[in-house]
């Protein structure tokens, strides 16, 4: 999973600094209204909104904007949508599972945008149930590398609950059940470390090798995906090398 791993990392970075930058700030807000709603508007209360909040503020999202977002799902402030989350499984090229989570006022255009990008990209909606067995979920916590060790992150986490740690170049990613992932990210802030996102998120437990051309039609259906509004997250079970992702670019 690390070519895979190193992918997710680089594709968010840019996606704070290109032309979409727009879709990634209503993406953040959405899961701070939802998150607020869900467990409350307090963050220190409310683990979930904390790190929704975080990762915003990591991003560049105004404090003017996260704020009313938060006060919208709390309902200190009127304007909030009612933000349904809806889960399809579809197909890749070359088998690649793919599970793509919407948060949408809209059932009917989150489908139907759904369906056009991966019917246009090589792709195709599966029945549900067919893919997500192929997932677990799980608790990712991302910590900059720093001076840090990987040594340094596992004696930190591991009593926590946390399965493993992976060296991502220049971050460690901590993989835990997602019902550890307060304890796991609890116990980084507890150690002293700074870390960039703790968020529950499907991992793979098979995956699909991709050479280069592969990689860039399920790396092309993705983007396609990920430019509806409705979808929050794209998640799929392949893998890439760091050299097909260095021949990808």
Known sequence: MAGHSKWATTKHKKAALDAKRGKLFARLIKN?????????????????????????????VPKDNIERARKRGA?????GADWQTITYEGYAPNGVAVLIECLTDNKNRAASEV????????GSLADPGSVSYLFNRKGVVIVPKGELTEDDVLMAVLDAGAEEVNDLGESFQIISEASDLVAVRDAVREAGFEYESAEASWIPSVTVPLDADGARKVFKLIEALEDSDDVQDVYANFDVSDEVLAEVG
Do not use: H, Q
């Not at 701070?32 to 560049?60: F, M, Q, W």
């Not at 309902?75 to 304007?79: D, N």
């Open 75 to 79: 309902g200190e402030e009127a304007g």
């Open 32 to 60: 701070i209204e939802v998150a607020a709603r869900t467990g409350g508007g307090d963050p220190d209360a409310n683990p979930t909104l904390y790190d929704a909040i975080l990762k915003a503020t990591k991003n560049s």
């Open 115 to 122: 369906r056009t990008a991966l019917t246009r990209n090589g």
